[in-house]
């Protein structure tokens, strides 16, 4: 005798307080009852690779008994065609959480997940404490720039070297050839990240580096010969603008400091008595482990310096920076300032930037002078260029840079006064 079905009747009778547990229908449907506070709940016993499964279909009565079946049947022709009716619920659930925040993500202004511009993002996170924050900023600014807006919204994964060619192409229209190898640079980066994070399976930037124009080395221009820097140095001196940035285009040459480390030179750095200059770590040109950890460089003053520092002591003396800015005195003077002081002294900026000072002193210091590479280089606090010298050359030279420096000082007033 074929078992009893559920009826609509039936489940309009059910009370509260009613004995069963459930009610069944026949082929693994049942209704539950009083779940959950009081609601009654549709489930679908059956087996899938030899396992026992239930899977709930619903509660009565925003699900009717023919809604339930209808449901049922469905599971059953799944079951039947070889698919677990419970994964395929999870499926469909993920599929359309995923589309949700994807709809979410896009309102917000947000990339894709998963795509590059994510990707990047995940990784500039991940990165960025790495580098001082200046550097960050340029890096992000870049793919913001000239990466996102073509490949951005593309899946990581799917992104192709000609594809990638093409984003490259456009910055190089620019003339700006150093940027696409920075932006090819970091792209590079990216897509490893993406690899390491089982996102992508390869690396579209790997072989792009000789399709794309080489850079043309750009150089601080800077003077070199003797006769034309002692021009330069009379023209300083007589120089009739600010004596701030007299003092300041005096000193350059011949503490061969870089423009931003000299220009913010605050008082409580400098020790007259002692005839030094400390400038922190932090103000120097270094990763941001060694802005926060490196030691700090250390500058003995020649006498011809210290006399210029306390002329300006009077000036400045009573604020923080020793440059001080003409309008604003709370901040160091511009890098444009000095620049400006060479151009109206008839000096162009393709025979002199303030940063050229640098190459000029370590040509003559070497070529003319005969100091040792290795003192110069200390002087200018270029890193050492090997891992084992970084690890074991940790020599500061600052006997032999006091020597080097005076007689570099000496050396400027000969030709001042040649």
């Not at 093409?166 to 050839?177: C, P, S």
């Not at 150093?178 to 990240?193: D, G, K, Y």
Request: net charge positive; proline share 6%.
């Amino acid at each position: 005798m074929a078992k009893e079905k559920i009826t609509d009747t039936a489940l309009r009778q059910i009370r509260a307080g009613d004995s069963r547990r459930r009610i069944p229908d026949g082929s693994g449907l049942y209704l539950l009852l009083f779940v959950n506070g009081g609601a009654h709940a549709w489930r679908l016993d059956y087996t899938f690779a030899l396992k026992r499964k239930t899977i709930s279909l619903g509660t009565y009565p925003e699900t009717s008994l023919a809604l339930a079946r209808s449901k049922a049947e469905k599971a059953r022709a799944l079951i039947a065609a070889g698919i677990d009716p419970s994964a395929q619920r999870k499926e469909e659930k993920a599929e359309h959480a995923l589309r949700r925040e994807v709809e979410l993500r896009a309102q917000a202004g947000m990339p894709l997940i998963d795509s590059f511009e994510d990707t990047a993002r995940n990784w500039y996170a991940v990165r960025k404490d790495d580098w001082a924050e200046s550097y960050g900023a340029k890096i992000i600014r870049r793919l913001e720039v000239d990466v996102f807006p073509y490949i951005g919204k593309q899946p990581i994964g799917s992104i192709t070297p000609p594809q990638l060619l093409e984003v490259l192409r456009r910055i190089e229209k620019r003339d700006v050839i150093e940027t696409a190898h920075r932006a090819l640079e970091n792209c590079s980066q990216v897509f490893r990240f993406a690899i390491a994070e089982g996102k992508a399976l390869s690396n579209p930037a790997r072989d792009l580096k000789d399709a794309l124009r080489k850079p043309t080395p750009m150089h601080f221009p800077a003077i070199t010969d003797p006769n034309r820097l002692g021009q330069l140095l009379r023209a300083i001196d007589g120089y009739s603008g600010t004596p701030v940035v007299r003092a300041a285009l005096s000193l350059h040459p011949m503490l061969l400091l870089r423009p931003g480390e000299l220009r913010g030179i605050a008082w409580a750095e400098l020790e007259l008595g002692k005839a030094m200059l400390t400038v922190p770590a932090e103000r120097m040109k270094r990763e941001k482990a060694g802005k926060l950890h490196g030691a700090p460089h250390t500058v003995p003053l020649p006498h011809q310096a210290v006399k210029i520092f306390t002329e300006l002591l009077p000036l400045t003396g009573d604020g923080k920076y020793v440059f001080r800015g003409e309008r604003h005195h709370d901040r160091p003077m511009s890098d444009a300032a000095m620049n400006a002081a060479l151009r109206a002294m008839g000096f162009p900026k393709s025979e002199v930037t303030s940063h050229g000072f640098r190459a000029t002193g370590r040509t003559i210091l070497a070529e003319v002078l005969g100091e040792e590479i290795q003192v110069i280089e200390a002087q200018l606090a270029h890193a050492v260029k090997d891992s084992l010298g970084r690890a074991y050359n940790r020599t500061q030279y600052e006997p032999q840079r006091k020597i080097m420096l005076q007689r570099w000082a000496d050396y400027l007033d000969e030709l001042r006064n040649a």
